[in-house]
């Protein structure tokens, strides 16, 4: 697997884990907001490294 694999098949598990957090109706609007910044970060992280390895990705 090379870099660009990877980092697309981790911005598609952020994402994906950003919908299960929205969907999911146990949680409080507080909770959802917390554990989707974090996974925004995440995200960004993700971008930022492929920027660093001038990896053009695509931002679901």
Known sequence: MN?????EIKLQKVTLAMQEVV???HKT???KQR???????FKEAI??????????????
């Open 47 to 60: 971008m930022s490294k492929g920027i660093e390895l001038n990896i053009e990705l695509e931002a679901s």
């Open 35 to 41: 554990i989707i910044s974090k996974l925004i970060e």
């Open 23 to 25: 969907e999911d109706i």
């Open 3 to 7: 870099y660009r694999e990877d980092l």
């Open 29 to 31: 609007d507080l909770e």
